[in-house]
């Protein structure tokens, strides 16, 4: 989801709980409220990290909500549905807008991808540890890939056909060429060639991807100073 979309919901979602009917100072209809707070945990799951400050604070309001949740859970559903718990939900939503208002999604976003990519890495890393270096070097294949459609889309840049490391290589050394971005220089393009050769290798006829240990050792370790040099 673009962040103009993830936006757009988030505002509406703001919207949608103010409109939940209250019955008076303290109880909000209890169907409508629960509905709503069941998309709000889909919407800030599905973006923020697990230890994001933002999330946290969400967890601690929808733990209590669903505690409250579960002692009238023998009541019709249109039984009330506790006030205090629904406002600070809407407050925490109302500060994922503002973040993302304020142009700090991008950095958040950027977080979870670097620790995902780092993760795939040492993944690759236990899989080579276990004589597995196809499948380490898929992994690792995997990683660089996804940073480099990362790269693609900091920078504005297209490809034809489906995406792939050397779409993506392509794509960065036709701007770089241009003169318009240079997303990095033209030696990395060399290397990525040769570890992208290396994951098709390994993808496309595992069996006979013997004795390749050393080349994967120092893939996995090249994709990674890459990933860090070039963020």
């Known amino acids: 989801m673009k962040e103009r979309e993830l936006l757009e919901w988030l505002e509406d979602l703001s919207k949608r709980g103010h409109a939940v009917p209250a019955l008076n100072d303290m109880y909000r209809n209890h169907m409508l409220a629960t509905a709503w707070l069941a998309e709000a945990h889909a919407a800030l799951a599905s973006v923020f990290p697990r230890g994001h400050p933002l999330l946290v604070a969400w967890n601690g309001v929808f ?21 205090v718990h629904f406002v600070q939900a809407i407050g925490v939503v109302h500060g994922a807008v503002a973040l993302i208002k304020g142009g700090r999604l991008g950095s958040v976003l950027d977080g979870v991808r670097a620790e995902t990519e780092s993760e795939v890495l040492d993944q690759a890393d236990v899989l080579l540890a276990g004589k597995y270096p196809a499948a380490a070097a898929v992994l690792a294949g995997g990683s660089l890939e996804t940073h480099l459609l990362h790269l693609c889309q900091r920078h504005g840049l297209t490809w034809t056909g489906e995406g792939s490391i050397s779409k993506y290589d392509q794509a960065v050394a036709q701007a770089r060429n241009a003169g318009t971005v240079e997303a990095y220089p033209a ?3 060399r290397l990525i060639g040769g570890w992208g050769a290396l994951r098709n290798d390994a993808a496309h006829e595992p069996t006979k991807f013997t004795n390749r240990d050393e080349d994967t050792r120092l893939m996995i370790q090249g994709v990674r100073q890459f990933i860090a040099r070039v963020p």
């Open 63 to 83: 733990e209590r909500a669903k505690t409250y949740t579960l002692a009238i859970a023998q009541t019709p559903l249109t039984e009330p549905y506790a006030n």
């Open 187 to 189: 030696t990395d393009s």
